[in-house]
């Protein structure tokens, strides 16, 4: 068990609709990170939050968006959902500027 | 360019043997860190090993050892002793920056099958 955790584990949904996926990062880590695992493009970085803000942005998609909450717990939101937006998508986080960093167990997302 | 590079899509390796999956790293940073993950079939990311750049010594932990040329640029996982339970993709990252940002940039993975 890495001390990520991700909810919900699967998540079915049809096209056009709106789903949240939600980190929770171990106990202490300050930075929470989103990544996106698709068959074609691999495992993409999407964003990262440290400590409630913003920290660097990668291939997120404008209809996607995220945030760090005050008890550090993530929320990734998914708009306007696409047939190609069917994903796993992880969560991982680490203390900052760590020899480490954890992922969660990941969300599968199905969109049909 | 391609940042991180796992030229092998797949390798079939006889059990108890010894495995190396190559991973070579672009980067122009003088300080970054290079981790390497196992993903088997059930989807989860399992951290294995890390490496810093400005480690003198390889990383090792357990059956894993990481074999660090940085002149070369490459961070090649090997596993000793393999195990059934070994058969897994495994992905090579690397991170590049200083404090707070430290988002992994990943390669294609290589597909580790161990036969009995």
């Known amino acids: 068990d890495s001390g990520v955790t991700q909810t919900p584990k699967h998540l079915i949904t049809a096209t056009g609709q709106r789903v949240t996926l939600r980190c929770s990062p171990r106990s202490g880590d300050l930075s929470v990170y989103w990544y996106q695992q698709s068959l074609d493009q691999g495992l993409q970085f999407l964003i990262q939050y440290y400590n409630g803000e913003e920290r660097a942005k990668g291939n997120i998609l404008e209809r996607f968006s995220a945030q760090q909450f005050p008890d550090l717990h993530s929320e990734l939101n998914l708009s306007s959902l696409e047939l190609g937006d069917s994903a796993l998508y992880f969560c991982a986080s680490s203390p900052g500027g760590a020899e480490e960093a954890f992922f969660g167990q990941g969300t599968r997302l199905t969109v049909v | 360019a391609q940042k991180i590079t796992q030229t092998q899509p797949g390798m079939f390796v006889q059990e108890k043997e010894a495995v190396t999956l190559d991973c070579t790293y672009d980067?122009?940073?003088?300080?970054?860190?290079l981790f390497w993950y196992k993903q088997p079939s059930s989807g989860e990311m399992i951290f294995l090993i890390y490496q810093g750049s400005y480690d003198q010594q390889n990383a090792t932990e357990g059956r894993y050892s990481l074999n660090f040329q940085k002149a070369r640029k490459s961070a090649n996982l090997v596993i000793s002793a393999s195990q059934l339970g070994d058969s897994a993709m495994y992905f090579c990252?690397?991170?590049?920056?200083?404090?707070?940002?430290?988002?992994?940039?990943f390669g294609t993975g290589t597909r580790l099958t161990i036969i009995p």
């Open positions: 980067t122009s940073d003088p300080s970054y860190g």
């Open positions: 990252a690397m991170r590049e920056g200083g404090f707070g940002n430290e988002k992994l940039t």
